[in-house]
């Protein structure tokens, strides 16, 4: 397993050494081959909890982790339509290993939306470097998920603040080089992104993440105890909500495509099973359980299922990527809908294919040794991010009254 680099005198850790993908072709073609890697170790990494550093590094040296950079910064600047397949893909193999990177993204997201352009330079440089992003954004024992009670004060000596406060499910901050926090700032508790050196002083990292599924996420805790912030490290994210956006566009296509990479997994394991492993039933009088004609049956239904969740992401990418080249509310509002009709499909699909892998495959399916209920746990854990009700909602006000969703950020 690779040793985490040796942090510099401000926290930092050292440069990781990763190559600069050009562009979508490459993009998708390492991450196919990334993910038929890693879906070898996937039921080992899962059974005993061991959490996926080696194959992340792995990940990060590829250079995938930077695809989003912009071109004038370097990067290959890909699309959504790219992005959200990359996720499909790693999704398939890794359920976990998938979701860890999803902060990432989004907050380079960020850093393109309200960045000035000093911070870009350096974050963007810090990515393609090899620098990872985490996540500390949601919190326990609030009123609702919009309550973010960590606060950004200005330090005392006026040199800028000092952060503190507990973050819950913070997905990505165990492996990360900068942690994204969350934060309301000044008399109006305003929102802001403060981007922490993982190493820093008052920042604690717990790997006490429990969950039944995504258990190798190490989505745990993070601790800010008095952390002091450069200014130059705080980004208003508040102002991303003043006019169109797409940061919710963006972070939740992400999700649906985990969902249906998760959904693609399940089937193909299940096809796998029936073909190798499974018996037909006797009243079938079918020689082999590929021959049962229930069982095609529902087999077919299952891959029309994962085809349309796989149509729907696609629908969504596309959406995305044609509000990012002509940002209106109209063109955001119209990207929104087609993510939230991707995000709601794909997380009952996620759920349904999953769970009918053990009724394709029959009792031996169940064994503890084998490891499938990985992909339901993997899927029940994921899809519980943020209720697929509010998003269909959402979709029936806008088609029957025109009203467009709003702007908060999970849409």
């Known amino acids: 397993m690779t040793a985490p680099p040796r942090p510099s005198a401000d926290g930092r850790p050292q440069p990781r050494t990763a190559r600069v993908i050009t562009g979508a072709a490459e993009a998708l073609a390492v991450a196919a081959a990334l993910a038929a890697d890693f879906r070898a170790g996937a039921a080992r990494r899962d059974a005993g909890r061991e959490l996926p550093r080696a194959e992340l590094d792995r990940l990060t040296a590829t250079g995938l982790l930077a695809v989003t950079v912009p071109a004038g910064h370097g990067g290959a600047d890909v699309g ?15 359920g976990s ?5 999803q902060s990432h993204f989004v907050y380079v997201n960020v850093l393109r939306a309200q960045g000035t352009p000093e911070q870009q330079r350096f974050f963007f440089a810090e990515v393609l470097a090899g620098r990872r992003l985490g996540n500390a954004q949601s919190e326990a024992g609030t009123t609702h998920v919009q309550d973010i009670r960590t606060r950004l004060e200005p330090a005392p000596d006026g040199d800028g603040y000092v952060l503190t406060g507990v973050k819950h499910y913070a997905t990505g901050a165990l492996f990360a080089d900068w942690i994204p926090v969350l934060a309301r700032l000044g008399d109006d ?12 002083p008052g920042v604690t990292v717990v790997d ?5 599924g995504q258990r190798t996420t190490a989505s745990g805790t993070v601790r800010l105890d008095g952390v002091r912030v450069p200014a130059d490290r705080v980004v208003p994210h508040h102002l991303t909500f003043t006019g169109p956006q797409l940061h919710g566009a963006v972070a939740q296509l992400l999700h649906a495509a985990i969902d249906t990479g998760i959904a693609g997994g399940a089937l193909a394991e ?3 099973f029936v073909r190798t492993k ?3 039933w006797f009243e079938s009088g079918a020689e082999t359980a590929a021959q049962d004609p229930l069982l095609i049956q529902q087999v077919g239904e299952l891959a029309i299922r994962v085809r349309a969740a796989q149509a729907l992401l696609g629908d969504a990418a596309r959406a995305v990527d044609a509000a990012r080249a002509d940002l209106t509310d109209d063109s955001a509002a119209e990207a929104s809908i087609a993510v939230a009709a991707a995000k709601a499909y794909a997380a009952s699909a996620a759920v349904e294919v999953s ?11 169940a064994l503890r040794s084998l490891h499938l209920d990985r992909h339901w746990r993997d899927a029940r854990t994921h899809t519980l991010h943020d209720p697929a009700r509010w ?21």
């Open 97 to 101: 290993l998938a979701q860890i990177p």
């Open 355 to 365: 769970g009918a892998l053990f009724e394709l495959g029959g009792t031996r399916s």
């Open 208 to 212: 006490d993440w429990d969950g039944m």
């Open 278 to 280: 499974s018996r037909p």
């Open 391 to 411: 998003k269909v909602q959402h979709i029936g006000r806008y088609v029957l009254s025109g009203t467009r969703p709003p702007r908060h950020g999970l849409l």
């Open 189 to 200: 508790g305003a929102l802001h992104v403060a981007y922490v050196a993982a190493g820093a």
């Open 270 to 272: 299940a096809v796998d």
């Open 80 to 94: 959504m339509t790219t992005l959200a397949e990359v996720f499909r893909l790693l999704a398939s193999a890794d």
